[in-house]
């Protein structure tokens, strides 16, 4: 959805990324994402003072 892109934007090396499509293929692409974005937020909770 094109509103949300701007929430799931990667920012690495100076670049930003945002989805286009979901990844993966159709099937699998939610379990994917929600297990890709866990690992994520779980570094930055590590790394973060909040």
Excluded: C, N, W
């Excluded at 920012?11 to 379990?31: C, E, T």
């Amino acid at each position: 959805y094109p509103p949300h892109r701007p929430y799931l934007a990667i920012d690495a090396m100076g670049k930003v990324y945002q989805y286009r499509a979901m990844p993966f293929g159709a099937r699998h692409s939610p379990i994917f994402f929600a297990q890709t974005l866990a690992i994520v937020l779980s570094k930055i909770r590590r790394e973060s003072d909040i």
